[in-house]
């Protein structure tokens, strides 16, 4: 699952993704204009891995993971040409989510596209651009749409018939300023709109970049009310603490007065705005979690391990996370009736261990 790192020039997009992938990136690398992206895999905070990990003391240890893509930033100011260049809605559009890194920190050193330092509207003007690339989108599908409906006939009519009514709905959305992601969308409409890479339409975690003054008090920032969240981060103090040992970090943070890194909160909210889940597998050669959507059958979970799992699958051996930590083991567990049989339609729960059984 990849998710873009986007933003207004000098938000500190680029220092967001030094603190989230511990990496050291320069953060003055796109204002040569560079277009390359930033990619990096970083493995999701997950506690339950610690403690299972001391249970069965195994070779290896592994998270899921997620992507994150630092791609070249928004125009910004008053630029006249409001369309997205074609490399950056690539890299947006290929996305499964979005980090929007929203400027909320003032430095005398560091200038503004705007001149000022103001997170809703900078935050907002976003927005509208997303909303303004998905409108033309439409607009251009719609004017190609009216042109084959008059060639069309029957069943294949009726199908271009019910695009046309979805992309007139969504275009009136658009038009009054609305994201899509704020839209009610049905599983078949969901599917039809695949295609199009619409970019209001993806899940979105606004991240404030804010300095050291405004740990405690973080702006508020009004978001859309459909797939978003918000979590405050300060760029700079995060990518330090990044760069340190666990000792040295705890020792930072207590200075700062943080009880834990808004590193963690911000990978562990962009995995479940991707609708992400863990079920966890554990053993002597590895404690490991692996990611699959919340409401992924059993069967299908099985294949995310190996595809001969899923095809020869007959049913899997589940616990509780709690229930197995308090039990130690699997062998102890089943003796306390806390380890269930599952068959192939039953649907996996975020902290499930399972142990899947099949044929091949």
Not at 215 to 223: D, G
Not at 258 to 276: N, T
Request: charge should be negative; glycine fraction near 6%; include cysteine.
């Amino acid at each position: 699952m990849k998710i873009a790192i986007i933003g207004l020039p000098n938000c500190g997009k680029t220092s967001v993704f030094n603190a989230l992938t511990r990496q050291t990136v320069e953060t003055a690398a796109f204002s040569s204009g560079r277009m390359e992206p930033n990619l990096a895999a970083v493995k999701v905070p997950d506690p339950r891995l610690q403690a299972l990990t001391a249970i069965y003391k195994p070779k290896k240890t592994t998270a899921a993971e997620v992507q994150y893509v630092d791609v070249n930033a928004f125009r910004g100011g008053e630029a006249k040409e409001k369309e997205l260049s074609p490399e950056l809605l690539g890299y947006i559009g290929a996305a499964d989510a979005l980090l929007h890194v929203v400027r909320a920190f003032d430095d005398d050193h560091v200038a503004h596209p705007r001149g000022s330092v103001d997170p809703q509207r900078d935050h907002d003007q976003v927005e509208l651009e997303l909303i303004f690339s998905d409108l033309m989108v439409i607009e251009r599908r719609l004017e190609r749409l009216e042109k084959e409906l008059r060639k069309l006939a029957g069943q294949e009519k009726e199908i271009r018939a019910d695009e046309k009514e979805l992309l007139d709905r969504l275009k009136a959305d658009l038009e009054q300023e609305r994201p899509l992601r704020d839209h009610d969308l049905s599983p078949q409409e969901e599917k039809l709109l695949r295609g199009y890479a619409l970019l209001s339409l993806k899940p979105v975690l606004v991240v404030p970049n804010i300095g050291e003054d405004r740990i405690a008090e973080p702006p508020i920032l009004k978001v859309s009310s459909g797939r978003s969240s918000v979590v405050p981060l300060s760029a700079k103090i995060e990518a330090e603490m990044a760069q340190l040992n666990d000792s040295e970090a705890a020792e930072f943070m207590e200075s700062l007065g943080i009880k834990e890194p808004a590193r963690d909160r911000v990978i562990a909210s962009s995995y479940a705005l991707l609708g992400l889940i863990s079920f966890l597998t554990v053993g002597e050669d590895e404690v490991r979690a692996w990611a699959i959507r919340k409401g992924t059958a059993a069967v299908e979970a099985a294949g995310v391990i190996h595809s001969d799992i899923q095809r020869g699958y007959i049913r899997a051996e589940v616990v509780a996370y709690q229930d197995l930590v308090q039990a130690r083991n699997m062998v102890a567990a089943k003796k306390l009736g806390k380890v269930r049989l599952e068959g192939k339609e039953y649907v996996v729960q975020d902290g499930d261990i399972c142990h899947f059984l099949f044929n091949v």
